[in-house]
């Protein structure tokens, strides 16, 4: 932490900056001040010093430590084209230390700004921090990786995926790891199925410019699902560092297939009509402010897949995102296969075991059946929960850290991000050549009627 670093946010004045980014980092700075930052925030037009310190200083709000106010009185803005040499000169030219680029911007942008950095001296040690999605498929992803560890060392290349950041993920390797109750049972012995689900209530909020082009498949389980998979299948790694941990998980996304090789019958895809949720009255995704209907955008999609280990094979995998759905429900269910045999004594209704990871506030619970305390042998069933908490950093605040400590642990790694579209390409293959129906449901509802049932909500 001794060594000075200079933080480029690049996109200074965007909405990521200014609701993610900026409160992250001044939370960091307050749970740990000794670390040396310089902030600089880099876009496109002219902005006083002034003003963008009037920016930091409410994104970091009333609660900031010493060591964050001061970041927020000393930094300053820089006006430059990152997609040009000249205004990559002026960044590089600005750096006191080690240099990190974030770039704050869209995918396109941070891949211009890349190609247009093999024309400039690039400081030692300068770390790269894009954000998903890395490449449109595989191949485009592996184009971008080449170009990428051209320019500097695959470690100090950080592809952010804020849901590695999550602390429900610290969770579940504590859980799994340190726990020789779970440890033993986490495979397809005992494993019938699992489902990785992040329904939201939230619709469209304004970002059509964005989501219509991506929908909830490449938006949500191409990505940030996936990468939760792989950290749920992963075998042990011989440590939680950065190589073993990304061999680890990088092995499980190498060995993930869609379910019987069949995108048809193994996904499903639909989109929102006019609902209400929590009182608001929300209109039909169709109809949202820059929407093209044409597209077929779905706003929820669910696929299954199978990890092709001797640890996982046979089990299936449920990846499922949508939104404009009630309940939210966040949350990593393991649910387990029957005991070999139950005495015929037992009476009462027998229910699976499910081990469930709830997102934020942090919430693990254990559904199993258990003695009702009427007749001697009748079973009811029981919820065994722990309260984790909700985490101590946001997200963000995780994956700076990484960054500015140069641990790439909580980064995806180039293959990994390769994998993710290679897995997905059969879907959305099927789904452009309009092969799988796009479903509709009403906003405010649980999703289509007729779709095979997950393991119910808690």
Same mark, same amino acid.
């Given at each position: 932490?001794?060594?000075?670093?200079?933080?480029?946010?690049? @996109?200074?004045?965007?909405?990521?900056?200014?609701?993610?980014?900026?409160?992250?980092l001044?939370?960091?700075?307050?749970?740990?001040?000794?670390?040396?930052?310089r902030?600089?925030?880099?876009?496109?037009?002219?902005?006083?010093?002034?003003? +963008?310190?009037?920016?930091?200083?409410?994104a970091?709000?009333?609660?900031? @430590?010493?060591?964050?106010?001061?970041?927020?009185d000393?930094?300053?803005?820089?006006?430059?084209?990152?997609?040009?040499a000249?205004?990559?000169?002026?960044?590089?030219?600005?750096?006191?230390?080690?240099?990190v680029?974030?770039?704050?911007?869209?995918?396109?942008?941070?891949?211009?700004?890349?190609?247009?950095?093999?024309?400039?001296?690039?400081?030692?040690?300068?770390?790269?921090?894009? $954000?998903? %999605?890395?490449?449109?498929?595989?191949?485009s992803?592996?184009?971008?990786? $080449?170009?990428?560890?051209?320019?500097?060392?695959?470690?100090?290349?950080f592809?952010?995926?804020?849901?590695?950041?999550?602390?429900?993920?610290?969770?579940?390797?504590?859980?799994?790891?340190?726990?020789?109750?779970f $440890?033993?049972? +986490? &495979?397809?012995?005992?494993?019938?199925?699992?489902v990785?689900?992040?329904?939201?209530?939230? @619709?469209l909020?304004?970002?059509?410019?964005?989501?219509?082009? &991506?929908?909830?498949?490449?938006?949500?389980?191409?990505?940030h699902l996936?990468?939760?998979?792989?950290?749920?299948?992963m075998?042990?790694?011989?440590?939680? #560092?950065e190589?073993?941990?990304?061999d680890?998980?990088?092995?499980?996304?190498?060995?993930?297939?869609?379910?019987?090789?069949?995108?048809?019958?193994?996904?499903?895809?639909?989109?929102?009509t006019?609902?209400?949720?929590?009182?608001k009255?929300?209109?039909?995704?169709?109809?949202e402010?820059?929407?093209? /209907?044409?597209?077929?955008?779905?706003?929820?999609? $669910?696929?299954?897949?199978?990890?092709r280990?001797?640890?996982?094979?046979?089990? %299936?995998?449920?990846?499922? &995102?949508?939104?404009?759905?009630? /309940?939210?429900?966040?949350?990593?269910?393991?649910?387990?296969?029957?005991?070999?045999?139950?005495?015929?004594?037992?009476?009462?209704?027998?229910?699976?075991d499910?081990?469930?990871?709830?997102?934020? %506030?942090?919430?693990?619970?254990?559904?199993?059946?258990?003695?009702?305390?009427?007749h001697?042998?009748?079973?009811?069933?029981?919820?065994l929960?722990?309260?984790?908490? &909700?985490?101590?950093?946001?997200?963000?605040?995780?994956v700076?850290?990484?960054i500015?400590?140069?641990?790439?642990?909580?980064?995806?790694?180039?293959?990994?991000?390769e994998?993710?579209?290679?897995?997905?390409?059969?879907?959305?293959?099927? +789904?452009?050549?309009?092969?799988? /129906?796009?479903?509709?449901? %009403?906003?405010?509802?649980? #999703?289509?009627?007729?779709w095979?049932?997950?393991?119910?909500?808690d």
């Amino acid at each position: 932490m001794a060594e000075t670093t200079t933080l480029f946010i690049c @996109g200074a004045t965007g909405d990521l900056t200014a609701r993610l980014l900026l409160p992250a980092l001044g939370q960091l700075l307050t749970l740990e001040p000794d670390r040396e930052v310089r902030l600089v925030g880099v876009g496109r037009r002219e902005m006083p010093d002034d003003d +963008w310190r009037t920016i930091v200083r409410d994104a970091f709000g009333d609660d900031a @430590g010493p060591t964050a106010r001061s970041l927020a009185d000393t930094t300053t803005y820089l006006a430059a084209d990152i997609t040009a040499a000249d205004g990559l000169r002026t960044v590089f030219d600005a750096t006191q230390g080690r240099a990190v680029l974030y770039f704050a911007v869209p995918p396109a942008v941070a891949q211009t700004s890349c190609q247009a950095m093999r024309d400039v001296e690039i400081p030692d040690g300068t770390i790269l921090a894009p $954000e998903k %999605p890395f490449g449109t498929d595989e191949a485009s992803a592996r184009e971008f990786n $080449e170009l990428l560890t051209a320019l500097v060392p695959e470690n100090q290349v950080f592809r952010v995926d804020h849901f590695l950041g999550q602390s429900i993920l610290l969770d579940l390797f504590g859980v799994r790891f340190a726990n020789r109750v779970f $440890e033993p049972v +986490w &495979s397809a012995e005992h494993v019938e199925s699992v489902v990785i689900r992040y329904d939201e209530t939230l @619709g469209l909020e304004g970002r059509a410019g964005y989501y219509d082009k &991506s929908g909830a498949l490449r938006d949500m389980l191409q990505s940030h699902l996936l990468e939760l998979l792989a950290v749920v299948a992963m075998d042990p790694p011989a440590s939680l #560092g950065e190589r073993d941990l990304r061999d680890a998980t990088a092995a499980a996304l190498r060995a993930t297939h869609v379910w019987d090789d069949d995108p048809l019958t193994s996904s499903r895809r639909a989109r929102y009509t006019a609902g209400e949720i929590d009182g608001k009255r929300l209109p039909a995704y169709v109809d949202e402010d820059g929407v093209d /209907p044409a597209r077929n955008t779905e706003t929820l999609a $669910e696929a299954t897949f199978e990890v092709r280990t001797a640890r996982w094979q046979g089990v %299936p995998f449920t990846l499922r &995102s949508g939104k404009a759905l009630e /309940p939210a429900v966040r949350e990593i269910a393991l649910t387990f296969r029957p005991v070999r045999h139950l005495p015929e004594q037992f009476s009462g209704q027998t229910t699976p075991d499910v081990l469930r990871f709830r997102f934020g %506030p942090d919430v693990m619970s254990l559904h199993i059946d258990v003695h009702n305390g009427t007749h001697p042998f009748e079973l009811k069933p029981a919820e065994l929960s722990a309260d984790l908490g &909700s985490g101590s950093v946001h997200a963000y605040a995780e994956v700076l850290s990484g960054i500015l400590d140069g641990d790439a642990t909580l980064a995806v790694r180039g293959d990994a991000a390769e994998q993710c579209w290679r897995i997905v390409a059969p879907i959305i293959d099927a +789904w452009a050549d309009e092969k799988v /129906p796009l479903d509709d449901y %009403p906003a405010g509802s649980d #999703g289509p009627a007729g779709w095979p049932p997950l393991p119910a909500p808690d």
